[in-house]
């Protein structure tokens, strides 16, 4: 199971990290025209309506056929390259923190490293590590997503460089402040939910199906994530239109663009002008996504530490499952 666990300690941290990269790389692949549709979704400034004529995307399937219209196949990679980075840092770092923060309470403290809370504050710590490890290439993947035909940035080199001249080191931090706001409760709810998620199906499925852990890790994984996502949306919403801030030019052929002054002004502007709706812009393939990523996430981290455990100590029992 996800976290240290003393009764059957297998993977080390740098295990932990190889298992937490691997499993964001396979997860990308797999989820990334779902997140190019949410951040399409998030930086559009119009009623997300068919209604609205002004509006250039109404809905998933409308939005689907005419990235796929307009820009090809290809477009539902767009910015693949920074968000591989991402998701292969990200992954090695949280969980490589998080098993060895889940490891420091227990051998430091008198709380149960398997307890649902310790897990939630583990998993938000971790969290907001990775995060200030790969916010330069979230930002990066973010434009790259947001960007239209012709493109501004036509790879990832001319994308730095351009960005750093013109816009300065701080450019690659736009954000920030909110997704560290909104990682922590975001993370740690989904180590919580998957935790206790985990703990129930104990309780639920008999010991004679237990052979089906892998599809059980799946499950749990994705509604915690479903959860999680749920309650911490709005943040997310504000930081990819913080991180686009400066790239206006690239979101003319998209519709309306607004410039923010902070945190503060972009919420006053989004409830101002697109009311509480605007807070949860694209959240349906946000909670899809948060679903097929978070579920695999956790299917594969636990499927590669199996395997390097076994890999490792071929003669030893296998990892307790959760």
Not at 23 to 39: A, E, F, M, Y
Not at 159 to 176: C, K, N, S
Not at 223 to 238: E, M, N, Q, R
Request: contains cysteine; aromatic residues 12%; positive net charge.
């Amino acid at each position: 199971m996800v976290g240290y666990d003393p009764g059957a300690r297998c993977v080390s941290s740098a295990e932990a990290a190889a298992a937490g990269s691997a499993s964001g790389l396979v997860t990308r692949v797999l989820v990334s025209p779902l997140d190019v549709l949410k951040i399409r979704f998030q930086l559009q400034i119009e009623q997300l309506s068919s209604r609205n004529p002004t509006a250039k995307y109404h809905g998933i399937l409308q939005a689907v056929q005419r990235i796929f219209r307009e820009e090809g196949l290809t477009a539902f990679w767009k910015g693949h390259v920074p968000a591989q980075f991402l998701s292969i840092g990200f992954g090695a770092v949280q969980f490589m923190t998080f098993e060895s923060l889940t490891e420091l309470v227990h051998n430091v403290t008198s709380f149960n490293a398997r307890g649902s809370f310790v897990h939630l504050v583990c998993g938000g710590l971790a969290a907001c590590t990775a995060t200030v490890a790969v916010q330069p290439v979230d930002t990066l993947r973010t434009r790259f997503a947001a960007q239209g035909e012709p493109k501004i940035y036509p790879n990832l080199r001319h994308a730095v460089v351009t960005m750093y001249r013109t816009e300065g080191p701080r450019t690659f931090y736009r954000g920030l402040t909110p997704t560290l706001v909104a990682i922590f409760p975001y993370a740690g709810l989904q180590f919580f939910f998957y935790n206790i998620l985990q703990q129930f199906s104990k309780w639920v499925i008999p010991a004679e199906a237990q052979s089906g852990a892998n599809v059980k890790n799946l499950v749990c994984g994705s509604c915690a994530g479903v959860i999680s996502k749920s309650l911490t949306y709005p943040l997310d919403v504000v930081k990819k239109r913080l991180q686009v801030g400066g790239f206006e030019q690239a979101r003319a052929a998209f519709g309306q663009v607004r410039t923010y002054g902070g945190l503060l002004d972009c919420m006053r502007q989004i409830m101002r002008e697109e009311g509480p709706g605007g807070f949860f812009k694209g959240l349906s393939p946000s909670l899809l996504k948060a679903a097929f990523s978070t579920g695999l996430i956790f299917f594969w981290y636990e499927l590669f530490c199996g395997l390097l455990c076994a890999m490792r100590s071929p003669e030893s029992t296998e990892r307790k499952e959760g």
